[in-house]
Nanobody
């Protein structure tokens, strides 16, 4: 079973930045398109953005221009750089496969991001 560990969340003021990281234990990690997802209390989990194995990215409209996804295949790691954060970005953030291209691995614990004064 692939293990996923997300990290880097925290409390940040509006307009601030955070960088999340996600490490997956999959040996063929570079072959998989990956996604960042988030879930706010009382809401369904939503896709934030995706990155192909070769680094092509796509983003939801709500984060486009503010968030940047990157990956380091040598470290089995995907990153989510979040800038210009707003309270609407408050959620628990998860990474997993790009679910439009295959079934999810076991979900990790996620990492909480809270944007507040």
């Amino acid at each position: 079973q692939v293990q996923i560990v997300e990290s880097g969340g925290g409390l940040v003021q509006p307009g601030g930045s955070l960088r999340l990281a996600c490490v997956a234990s999959e040996l063929m990690f570079s072959s998989y398109d990956m996604g960042w997802y988030r879930q706010a209390p009382g809401k369904r989990r939503e896709l934030v953005g995706t990155i192909t194995g070769r680094g092509r990215t796509d983003y939801s409209e709500s984060v486009k221009g503010r968030f940047t996804i990157s990956r380091d295949n040598a470290k089995n790691t995907v990153y989510l750089q979040m800038d210009s954060l707003t309270p609407e970005d408050t959620a628990r953030y998860y990474c997993n496969r790009d679910l439009s291209h295959g079934s999810a691995w076991n979900w990790g614990q996620g990492t909480q991001v809270t944007v507040s004064t």
